[in-house]
T-cell receptor, first 116, second 112 residues
Framework: GDSVTQMEGPVTLSEEAFLTINCTYT??????LFWYVQYPGEGLQLLLK?????DKGSNKGFEATYRKETTSFHLEKGSVQVSDSAVYFC???????????????FGQGTTLQVKP | KAGVTQTPRYLIKTRGQQVTLSCSPI?????VSWYQQTPGQGLQFLFE???????NKGNFPGRFSGRQFSNSRSEMNVSTLELGDSALYLC???????????FGSGTRLTVV
């Protein structure tokens, strides 16, 4: 079945450092891809998405490019802030027989800690 | 505009009891999904509803059930609770399946 693999955390960075969180997927066809972020005690917030190959999703300084050749959707940010400390989840939308499904398959999550 | 509202936020139940969790989606959203989040298994899909019809179901035992009402509000029910059902249960709503889902803050269920 479809699956998503993220790099294991925690990832600890100093403020203003460059961030990369790796995400690769296994799926039949070309699913839509998402990054969600979860702050302590809260639900998930959609960070960005890409729906087809070579699409680049971006939001709040975060970017990720849908690479079908490497089945990857790595999350990047040029300069992290303490407020970016959270758990980040990569996810794909599973393609049903008629593509008519919203089921998301998540990676295990990567904890990011940014120190001042 | 109001986000996805889940009630209650916290719940403590005893093994063998049943529980009902509620989710009010964003106004206009007709698609609602439920997920279970645990430290060991991560985020796992429970069900998906669209216009009162269950469109998809995850790999959970029959003790887990759900429904959606005509106003798009949704409930999930877990019967005969087990210790392993302790988790954060998240509800998410969307305009359509490819818009990206907006999640609620979840219901933290503890089974003792």
């Amino acid at each position: 079945g479809d699956s998503v693999t993220q790099m294991e955390g925690p990832v600890t960075l100093s403020e203003e450092a460059f961030l990369t969180i790796n995400c690769t997927y296994t799926a039949t066809g070309y699913p839509s891809l998402f990054w969600y972020v979860q702050y302590p005690g809260e639900g998930l917030q959609l960070l960005l998405k890409a729906t087809k190959a070579d699409d680049k999703g971006s939001n709040k300084g975060f970017e990720a490019t849908y690479r079908k050749e490497t089945t990857s959707f790595h999350l990047e940010k040029g300069s992290v802030q303490v407020s970016d400390s959270a758990v980040y989840f990569c996810a794909l939308r599973e393609l049903g027989g008629s593509s008519n499904t919203g089921k998301l398959i998540f990676g295990q999550g990567t904890t990011l800690q940014v120190k001042p | 505009k109001a986000g996805v509202t889940q009630t209650p936020r916290y719940l403590i139940k005893t093994r063998g009891q049943q529980v009902t969790l509620s989710c009010s989606p964003i106004s206009g959203h007709r698609s609602v999904s439920w997920y279970q989040q645990t430290p060991g298994q991560g985020l796992q899909f429970l069900f998906e509803y669209f216009s009162e019809t269950q469109r998809n179901k995850g790999n959970f035992p029959g003790r887990f059930s759900g429904r959606q009402f005509s106003n798009s509000r949704s409930e999930m029910n877990v019967s005969t609770l087990e210790l392993g059902d302790s988790a954060l249960y998240l509800c998410a709503s969307s305009l359509a399946y490819d818009y990206g889902y907006t999640f609620g803050s979840g219901t933290r269920l503890t089974v003792v």
